[in-house]
């Protein structure tokens, strides 16, 4: 009878850990002194893990228990492993990828964000779900139209920056287009938000479009808030605010406002971006001087249609050849390619709508000197024109302390108040 109770209570334990290890876990890599998140969902028919700072859910692993509470995770699509003890409240443990093992400890549940700025109901508005489409691309949408909405209304279509994002254009669980729109709607602007094509709920080729094609599909909400309304703007942020710049050179917006866009080459960009992260990230000033040189010539040759100089023809680290070596391979897609010899500055002259353009005195990743004093000297006199630095915030309009991209994160403030009241005062006018 003893050890009938004794076994039962070893199958108790046994289930209890396996119960007790279901459910999500979190904690945090220190990667150099950088602190990268890592969430598990340790589901036993889908498990999966998240990495909430570089903007990634719901990656597949596959998942390993043991009887005595130890956890094996592996993660193919990333060839990085976990192996873990279950210790009753944390999980202790080691992870790997590409030989670099770093100590990870999990604990039970996933850090919850403050972000107190993103709306929430009952709103003084309605919204509408809408679609339209650029060829074989359909774009799924949110209208926000505020009280008393008439044609008279001023109406913007938002565009968001590079990479795809949804409506929102939801980043680290803020939600800034949101924030945008429903800031405008309370003073009786309307808008419509899209997701981008081939991400949320629009489709569309994102394999071999450019920087032309997200144009035409801001361009196609256009034309369908032309059918309802008579001024119609756009609102771009980043690569956004390139597009709406592109647009009102080419006449089919009747007001824009940019946010952080782009104005110099793409080439120019990416060759800055790189100066900063690389500085950053304790690299010498003459391996990134080396480094930019290099890029510089790999850049040349693909808007030239030449073929690339290959990694080893420079004197560079071996990480930093690797790396040339990857830019390289993905000049060879239409949207880097078309992106590096992107330069708006020659269609400056053509713009004649109103243009509010604002960029963070401390972006990181669109400069703010020379893309706003390329404004200042290539746009027309139009005495509706604004172009401002905002002082003290990164390329997302918050108020931060470097502006390096691995703050966004942790600042709750999704977008400055002061930013949001230049937009009110401004499209009020129009």
Known sequence: MKQYIISAILLFSVASISHAQTGTWSGKLDVQGTKLSLVFHLDEENPTVDSPDQGARGIPIELERTAMGAVTIKIPSIGASYEGLWLVKQIVGTFRQGGVTLPLMLTPGEEKLRRPQTPAGPFPYATEEVSFANGDAVLKGTLVLPEDCTRKTPVLIMVTGSGLQNRDEEIFEHKPFAVIADALARAGIATLRYDDRGFGESTGDVVNCTTEDLKNDALAGIGLLRERFDKVGVIGHSEGGTIALMLASEKKADFIV????????????????????????????????????????????????????????????????QNLAAVAMQLRMPYLKYFVALDVRPLLGRITCPVLALNGTRDMQVEPESNLGALRSGLTGNPCNKVEAVEGVNHLFQHCRTGMTDEYRGIEETIAPEVLETLVAWLSEM
């Open 258 to 321: 940019s946010l952080a866009g782009m104005v110099v080459s793409g080439a120019e960009t990416l060759l800055w971006q790189n100066r900063v992260s690389l500085a950053a990230a304790g690299v010498s000033a003459e391996a990134v001087d080396a480094y930019c040189r290099a890029l510089e010539e790999v850049f040349d040759a693909a808007t030239a249609g030449r073929p690339m100089p290959p990694a080893g023809k420079y004197d560079l680290p071996d990480a930093l050849k």
